[in-house]
């Protein structure tokens, strides 16, 4: 991940797609097997220029540089999530027993990133949540214009915290439900074959 011109310091151009190099501003070629570690750098490297030197546009650049890069991620994650599901298929059809790795591909498959979202600590999501309340509650007996737009500040908190708790919800009963299926693989062997068989049609 280095340019002809010798330097390692590598951007991002969103709207053209590219990487490039912040020394010489050409374009630099990256194998395809590092591409994924070349944006990983990117976005680490400037998301922390960024805020040291509070600069607007390396972060809204950042921004829409990780959807690019969380689409190619994507990408990669169905590849070899496909191959991986279609290991599993073969085995439940041939009546084998699943190995540890085929349970967590099927633990994937269903839950997604669930097990990342409900080991996030939620504490401090709760606190502020009753700190808000406490927000609403002061604000809402007044009407002068300063006191209605902090309302509205805290109103569109609670709502960024509610969605935090509500996706966690959902994402333990994801967990829950998988976990009580995959203890029998035989009494839900039909159905696995069957989901399995419909996501992986041509």
Request: glycine share 4%; aromatic share 8%.
């Amino acid at each position: 991940m280095t340019c002809r011109c010798g330097n390692t310091d590598l951007g991002y151009d969103p709207e053209k797609k590219i990487f490039y190099c912040k020394n010489c501003k050409s374009e630099v070629e990256i194998d395809p097997e590092k591409k994924i570690t070349a944006a990983m750098y990117i976005v680490q490297k400037g998301t922390v220029d960024g805020i040291n030197h509070s600069n607007l546009g390396e972060l809204n650049n950042i921004k829409s540089s990780i959807e690019d890069f969380d689409l190619q991620i994507k990408e990669n994650l169905e590849k070899n999530l496909k191959n991986d599901l279609m290991k599993v298929l073969m085995r439940l059809k041939t009546g084998e027993r699943l190995n540890e790795k085929d349970v967590e591909t099927l633990r994937y498959f269903f839950i997604g990133d669930a097990d990342y979202y409900v080991k996030e600590d939620f504490s401090g999501t709760i606190r502020n949540i009753k700190k808000t309340l406490e927000s609403i509650k002061y604000y809402s007996k007044r009407e002068d214009a300063i006191s209605l737009s902090r309302l509205r500040a805290s109103l569109k908190t609670l709502k960024n915290d509610l969605n935090s708790i509500i996706t966690y919800l959902e994402c333990r009963e994801r967990i829950e439900n998988f976990e009580k299926n995959i203890d029998n693989i035989e009494k839900n062997r039909k159905m696995l074959i069957y989901v399995l068989e419909q996501k992986l049609k041509p």
